[in-house]
């Protein structure tokens, strides 16, 4: 029962880079998001998606893009990395939004210098 | 805005010692209340939860009640562990459902 599987776990990129950090759940949930971390910052919202097909921004979307083509996929792009988004990157997923448990990935941790 | 404000750590204490961890919070409305537990080197966990007024949610030990006069849900444990040291999230969705609102976290270290 493989959850919720984030890749990469470490990924270190120059400024103006671009790349795509991956996540998959294999509990057929619906709604999937992404956040990030920041030292006393909490974890902010980047992108969510309420189903294949549809996705909205949360809290801090700029400089990230996102697509939901499946129900298991909810990739995460970084369109030209920034050393602001040096950052812990976490993938979750749920049945539905409201009221029910998130099953979060492990995370990847990004470093842009 | 939604938003959750919890204490400020780091919490460190001795085994078997009594643990509160304050949170309030601020909505529209009486959203569903959680606590996340992140262990070192993981991903966030559900530790509990609580849908209503007056709910208690409960897991390995730790209590919290979902207070609406005082718009709190204070995390209590009565004897910590040496394996409960972590950092420890409160959160509540927001009134459109869309997404967990988080608190800054607080990290909880149980020296034996």
């Known amino acids: 029962n493989a959850g919720v599987t984030q890749t990469p776990k470490f990924q270190v990129l120059k400024t103006g880079q671009s790349m795509t950090l991956q996540c998959a759940q294999d509990m057929n949930h619906e709604y999937m998001s992404w956040y990030r971390q920041d030292p006393g910052m909490g974890l902010r919202l980047i992108h969510y998606s309420v189903g294949a097909g549809i996705t909205d921004q949360g809290e801090v979307p700029n400089g990230y893009n996102v697509s939901r083509s499946t129900t298991e996929d909810f990739p995460l792009r970084l369109l030209s990395a920034a050393p602001s988004q040096t950052s812990v990157y976490f993938c979750?997923?749920?049945?539905?939004?409201?009221?029910?448990?998130?099953?979060f990935g492990q995370g990847t941790r990004l470093t842009v210098v | 805005g939604d938003s959750v404000t919890q204490m400020e750590g780091p919490v460190t204490l001795s085994e078997e010692a009594f643990l509160t961890i304050n949170c309030t919070y601020t909505?529209?409305?009486?959203?569903?209340l959680f606590w996340y537990v992140q262990y070192p080197g993981e991903g966030l966990q559900l530790l509990l939860k609580?849908?209503?007024?007056?709910d208690k949610g409960s897991n390995k030990g730790f209590e919290a009640t979902y207070r609406k006069e005082t718009t709190s849900f204070h995390l209590e444990k009565g004897s910590v562990q040496v394996s409960d040291s972590a950092v420890y999230f409160c959160a509540l969705i927001n009134q459109a459902g869309t997404a967990l609102i988080f608190g800054k976290g607080t990290t909880l270290s149980v020296s034996s």
């Open positions: 909505a529209t409305g009486y959203p569903s």
């Open positions: 609580a849908t209503k007024a007056d």
């Open positions: 979750a997923s749920s049945y539905s939004s409201r009221n029910t448990e998130a099953f």
